[in-house]
RNA sequence: GGCGCGGUACCCAAGCGGCUAAGGGAGAGGUCUGCAAAACCUUUAUUCGUCGGUUCGAGUCCGACCCGCGCCUCCA
């Protein structure tokens, strides 16, 4: 049984989706004015999670995430700029892809824009008006929340408790509540503009979500998701746009995760403390590595995100990378000790229940490396034969693929050291190429071994030292030298 | 002011009424090793922000208080 918490019960419930077998799942996906940040991340993160656990559930995920490529950031970098729209968003959309394969994040099977659905917008704002729950004003169209009783049901907000904004409306459109929202916007210099059957303008900002999971997910769907400061307004105004429009419940379960702090501090280009995740793998860390500090903390509890943190992330990831490299040493003959085959079956349950609790990740690694741990203990007393050294990388291999996504099997390191300095995504792990370094390596390692065994510890140690700083790190065993991909220091 | 979150070992982090308080990192000692590394073994919370209360029994429920943080129309 997989339980969720709802923020719109503001309880832990059992999932149960509209059509058995199959989930339809929104999420708020990213505004293309910059790269995304870390937290930007985290959030896509804790959806892929999400999205794989149900996939590894047998339950088929349909799953849309928009690109907000109209808004009034996008309109004021594309106005610096002086490009177009689409010209100004292109990169930071082709940036966004990019990152989101680093980080092995499953693709959705939708990326609407909002400007390719203006005419999805204008047909719920046109009923919006025909029900009354709109209103124009000076050419543009708000959304009357006083309409909509619901409202605030999301947010557990009070219309008279909220604070009238005292700043003002940044765009100094009138409105008749300073709570309404608006949902068209009416022509303005320098701002791109539709023309349609409303009139001339550009699309509110809730209004996309509202028409984008309609048309690709239907009326009514199972999982919206996205961060905690999308609850209000955002958030609850596409719940009072969706179900006045549509007459229906817009979404059976809310899903947000928490902030994620920079040294305890919420991030600000201001403050230095901003990290998109170019900014983090420039100093030398692993895509994966970044994952599972994102990975590793339970959704709905803040992230504090540190470079040592990083570090602890990096040292867990190795324990797993470290086992599943190990097992393939595994010489011994002989049938599947049923003791592995037991632990095996108990890691798994120990996952499965970590995720279906509310995706109780710290319950399931826990499972996982208590796996690492005992297992671990038998093969070191050789009580583990080669059967079972496969059984476990393949248990292994399976929860990353389909679970975690940490690709812990990197390993041999395959990786130009010039290129983990790289900015994009070069520099994941390329698995099974670069014979060539593979060969280069080997002949150093074969130097070694002759230097070991003419007792030339100096030149022994040399190599090593000259192959670590270029990322290889060596393990003498029992059976012979093997080696691996390490990050770079930390500097 | 309203709504909400968190405070568990040196660090990160589960547990949310009942066996000896998961797990990871870091540290210490040991085995192995030419030395390292990895792995294994041992070790690190009579205690869960503070003070009361409920209970046969409380990090776990209730109350008060002290810290830290988020949202209240830019924001994952």
Known sequence: MIRFYNTLSGKVEPFVPLEPGI????????????FSHIGNW???????LLKRFLLFSGIKVSHVMNITDVDDKTINGAHAKGISLEEYTRPFIEAFEKDRDTLGILPADHYPRATGHIREMVDIIKLLLEKGF????????????????????????????LRPGSRGDADEYEKENVHDFALWKAPKEGEPVWETEIGPGRPGWHVECSAMS??????????????????????????????????????????????????????????????????????????????????STHYRKMLNFTFDALEQARAGRNRIRDFSFDLRDVKRDGPANPEVTQLIETARAGLIAGLEDDLNISESLAALFGLIKSANRLLAQGSASRADAGNLADFVAMIDENILGINPTDVPLRV???????????????????????LEIQKRIDARQKARAEKNFKMAD????????????????????????????RT
């Open 23 to 34: 989930v339809k799942l929104y999420t708020c996906g990213p505004t293309v004015y910059d």
């Open 42 to 48: 985290r959030a896509y993160v804790f959806e892929d």
């Open 134 to 161: 709109a209103y124009r004003k000076d050419g543009s169209i708000y959304f009357a929340i006083d309409k909509f009783p619901a409202y605030g049901r999301l947010a557990k907000i009070h219309l008279e408790d």
């Open 214 to 295: 309609s048309k690709y997910l239907g009326r009514t769907f199972d999982i919206h998701c996205g961060g905690v400061d999308n609850i209000f307004p955002h958030h609850e105004n596409e719940i009072a746009q969706s179900e006045a429009a549509n007459g229906v419940k817009f979404v059976n379960y809310w899903l947000h995760c928490h902030h994620l702090v920079v040294d305890g501090e919420k991030m600000a280009k201001s403050k230095g403390n901003f990290y998109t995740l170019r900014d983090v793998l420039d100093r030398g860390y692993d895509p994966r590595e970044v994952r599972f500090l994102l990975l």
């Open 416 to 438: 130009d050291p010039a290129k983990m300095r790289s900015t994009v995504s070069d520099v994941a792990i390329k698995v099974e190429s670069s014979g060539d370094l593979d």
């Open 462 to 489: 040399e190599i090593r030292k000259e192959l670590l700083d270029s990322g290889i790190l060596l393990e003498d065993t029992k059976d012979g030298v093997r080696w691996k991909k390490v990050g770079p220091a």
